[in-house]
Nanobody, 122 residues
C-alpha cells in the first residue's frame, strides 16, 4: 500500500494562504488519481478536491471553488493544494488520499496520509 505524507499545514489569519504538499512513497503516476479531504472536529471527512493521473481532470467541493487549486508533479511524486482566501470554516485536518477518478468525479481509495492541521483565525 502506498505511503502518503502531508505537510504545509499551520495557523493563518482569515484571508491568508497556505500550500499543502503530499509526498507519495512510490510513483504518483502509477498511483493514479489523488485527492485532498478534510475533517473538522465533530464532522465527517469531506472531499476538498480530486485530480486525475495526468492532472487533466480536477474537481472541487463547492465551498472551495475559486479559492483552492489542486495540482500534482508526477516527476517528484508530489501532489499540492494551494489554498487562498482562507476562511475560519476551512479549519480542519487535511488528508491526502490515493483513489480513482470515475466519470470525472473523484472517489477515495484505501491509502491515507496522517493528516496536517490547518487553522484559520477570524
Amino acid at each position: 500500500q502506498v505511503q502518503l505524507v502531508e505537510s504545509g499545514g499551520g495557523f493563518v489569519q482569515s484571508g491568508g494562504s497556505l500550500r499543502l504538499s503530499c509526498a507519495a512513497s512510490e510513483s504518483s503516476f502509477s498511483i493514479g488519481a489523488m485527492g485532498w479531504y478534510r475533517q473538522a472536529p465533530g464532522q465527517q471527512r469531506e472531499l476538498v478536491a480530486g485530480i486525475s493521473r495526468l492532472g487533466i481532470i480536477t474537481n472541487y467541493a463547492d465551498s472551495v471553488k475559486g479559492r483552492f487549486t489542486i495540482s500534482r508533479d508526477n516527476a517528484k511524486n508530489m501532489m499540492y493544494l494551494e489554498m487562498n482566501s482562507l476562511k475560519p470554516e476551512d479549519t480542519a485536518v487535511y488528508y491526502c488520499n490515493a483513489g480513482v477518478m470515475l466519470g470525472r468525479r473523484y472517489h477515495s481509495g484505501d491509502s491515507w496520509g496522517q493528516g496536517t492541521q490547518v487553522t484559520v483565525s477570524s
